[in-house]
């Protein structure tokens, strides 16, 4: 079968992405990390590893096997993203990207171009702007959209996804004025005046989001097609979906069967699509490629916007956040999925999201606290965590689900938010580490750019993409190069229950192999993004494959 090149949004070409067979393959001519040891040679056999050790055993272990010269690339256990939002990525890719804007003035400019690039009347969709870095030192208003576009609507929604800015036609649009209610665990920004700002965070987001035309289905397939090849080509093997709607899945089914779905995906689905997983408990497609494992919840917001429930106010604003989600309703959905066996993952990022994330979960498994370590339930992000709680995961059985690359982009303005002190007992990986706690590490991507290299670099070196580190950037804080692949690797096996087909290349397991072109545990810190995937393997198919270009 003739292997597609796929031309995606930015320029980047994708070479080798789509459906192949399982091959029996004997890879050399590189280091190759077993996950526990560093071997010469790994022999596939049947979409398993049949051998790790030295060339000449290997062969023998896979007569006639297909020769893979890795040619001083390294192999990987498979790399998978323990938290990202698939469709999310790939309409990253076919809305306005406002990923990298430096000011409001570019904000402005790149909304102009698109909205002259794409004319209509229909609202217009962005997301990925961030303040944090701007000149001017504020969030966007609806004054700065109306000054290019003012005669359609627009909503951009903020990197962290819950924050947006509407114009005044959007605004007008969905009816919202300064008489409008504010929504339980959502905020209307408000000037002097008391007029709305066009800033809506958290649970507000939906008085404009609801008048945005949902998706078509060949746009959502498209979508979806975009975000798993991507992922592909930056070596990903896999990737745990959260936020999921049943749409979602129905679409990575239906590549699962005709072959063109390349990675592993996870879903945990959003509360209100969670009817058959909470009903049935956890299933699968028959490939094993598609499998629904739980629920995904918010208990409160993000820090940027100031919705990161805290236990103290912010050091920098009034206020100590949002709770999203009432008490009683995960409480509900708690004891639903405990009754099916189905797992439970709960963003959590303030101090205080995360203690009542961590009593909900303890209350949940009163009767029988063993079983909530065999749950395997998970804190999304688990951000900033007062030194009484954090060895609760560890004492409780909770997983940490954290994002290597947060640190490195929120550590810009975490000190303002939070103050020296609390700053201190945030993305705290190594504490954490130590104190025994089960860890997976994702991207949380399209809030952050979803690359396994980024995640590599920012858990080891803790260094901004420039290599600049602040006298707040808490170093202490990193994990050594074992460790990070660990989080990338068993831990993100362990989340899901995998570990016994993924997560390392131990003899039996699933080949699922991430070859880069540069050997992360040894290169100096600055080369690890610099690097690039050369080829990703998943049960012994070759599903991206940029050797010799």
């Known amino acids: 079968m003739t292997l597609r090149v796929l031309a995606l949004a930015g320029g980047l070409a994708l070479a080798g992405v789509g459906p192949a067979l399982a091959a029996d393959m004997i890879l050399h001519g590189g280091p190759i990390y077993t996950g526990d040891a560093k071997v010469e040679a790994l022999a596939v056999k049947g979409g398993k590893v049949a051998f790790a050790g030295s060339l000449a055993e290997a062969r023998k272990a896979a007569p006639?096997?297909?020769?893979?010269?890795?040619?001083?690339?390294?192999?990987?256990?498979?790399?998978?993203?323990?938290?990202?939002?698939?469709?999310?990525?790939?309409?990253?890719?076919?809305?306005?990207?406002?990923?990298?804007?430096?000011?409001?003035?570019?904000?402005?400019?790149?909304?102009?171009?698109?909205?002259?690039?794409?004319?209509?009347?229909?609202?217009?969709?962005?997301?990925?702007?961030?303040?944090?870095?701007?000149?001017?030192?504020?969030?966007?208003?609806?004054?700065?959209?109306?000054?290019?576009?003012?005669?359609?609507?627009?909503?951009?929604?903020?990197?962290d996804g819950h924050a947006l800015v509407a114009n005044s036609k959007m605004l007008a649009l969905a009816g919202v004025t300064r008489d409008t209610a504010t929504p339980t665990g959502g905020q209307i920004l408000k000037d002097a005046a008391g007029e709305p700002t066009g800033m809506l965070v958290d649970n507000a987001k939906a008085l404009v989001s609801a008048k945005v035309p949902p998706p078509t289905e060949a746009q959502m397939r498209e979508a979806a097609r975009l975000a798993v090849n991507l992922y592909a080509a930056r070596g990903w093997t896999g990737m745990h979906n959260v936020s999921v709607a049943a749409k979602d899945v129905a679409i990575l089914r239906d590549m699962a069967a005709a072959g063109t779905l390349p990675i592993?995906?996870?879903?945990?689905?959003?509360?209100?699509?969670?009817?058959?997983?909470?009903?049935?408990?956890?299933?699968?497609?028959?490939?094993?490629?598609?499998?629904?494992?739980?629920?995904?919840?918010?208990?409160?917001?993000?820090?940027?916007?100031?919705?990161?429930?805290?236990?103290?106010?912010?050091?920098?604003?009034?206020?100590?956040?949002?709770?999203?989600?009432?008490?009683?309703?995960?409480?509900?959905?708690?004891?639903?999925?405990?009754?099916?066996?189905?797992?439970?993952?709960?963003?959590?990022?303030?101090?205080?999201?995360?203690?009542?994330?961590?009593?909900?979960?303890?209350?949940?498994?009163?009767?029988?606290p063993a079983g909530l370590a065999a749950a395997r339930w998970r804190i999304e992000h688990a951000q900033v965590l007062s030194p009484e709680d954090k060895p609760r995961f560890a004492k409780l059985g909770v997983i940490a689900s954290m994002q290597p690359s947060h640190a490195i982009g929120d550590l810009f303005f975490?000190?303002?938010?939070?103050?020296?002190?609390?700053?201190?007992?945030?993305?705290?990986?190594?504490?954490?580490?130590?104190?025994?706690?089960?860890?997976?590490?994702?991207?949380?991507?399209?809030?952050?750019?979803?690359?396994?290299?980024?995640?590599?670099?920012?858990?080891?070196?803790?260094?901004?993409?420039?290599?600049?580190?602040?006298?707040?950037?808490?170093?202490?804080?990193t994990l050594t190069r074992p460790q990070a692949l660990a989080m990338l690797t068993k831990g993100s096996a362990y989340a899901v229950f995998r570990d016994k087909d993924l997560g390392d290349l131990a003899p039996g397991k699933a080949a699922d192999i991430s070859v880069f072109s540069a050997d992360l545990m040894t290169v100096p810190f600055a080369e690890i993004p610099a690097a690039h995937a050369v080829m990703t393997i998943v049960g012994g198919r070759i599903v991206y494959d940029a050797r010799g270009k």
């Open 64 to 159: 006639g096997a297909q020769d893979v010269d890795l040619k001083g690339a390294t192999a990987l256990p498979g790399l998978v993203d323990a938290h990202a939002h698939l469709m999310g990525i790939g309409f990253r890719e076919l809305t306005l990207n406002l990923e990298g804007s430096a000011s409001i003035v570019e904000l402005q400019a790149r909304l102009k171009a698109w909205n002259a690039a794409h004319p209509g009347t229909e609202p217009l969709s962005g997301r990925g702007w961030i303040e944090t870095h701007w000149p001017e030192k504020r969030f966007p208003t609806r004054a700065d959209l109306d000054a290019v576009v003012p005669d359609r609507p627009v909503v951009l929604t903020r990197a």
């Open 264 to 368: 592993r995906v996870d879903n945990f689905m959003d509360l209100k699509e969670a009817g058959e997983v909470l009903a049935k408990g956890p299933y699968a497609d028959p490939t094993g490629l598609v499998r629904v494992d739980g629920v995904k919840l918010y208990m409160d917001g993000a820090l940027g916007s100031r919705g990161a429930a805290l236990l103290a106010p912010y050091s920098d604003a009034d206020g100590a956040g949002l709770i999203l989600t009432p008490p009683d309703v995960i409480s509900g959905a708690l004891d639903k999925a405990r009754a099916v066996h189905a797992q439970i993952a709960i963003h959590a990022i303030g101090d205080r999201g995360n203690r009542m994330v961590l009593d909900a979960y303890e209350k949940a498994f009163n009767d029988n």
């Open 414 to 477: 975490a000190p303002a938010r939070l103050g020296e002190a609390r700053l201190k007992e945030a993305y705290a990986w190594r504490d954490l580490w130590d104190s025994g706690a089960h860890m997976a590490a994702g991207t949380d991507a399209p809030v952050e750019k979803g690359d396994p290299l980024i995640e590599f670099y920012a858990a080891t070196y803790r260094h901004d993409l420039k290599g600049y580190a602040g006298a707040d950037w808490g170093l202490d804080e």
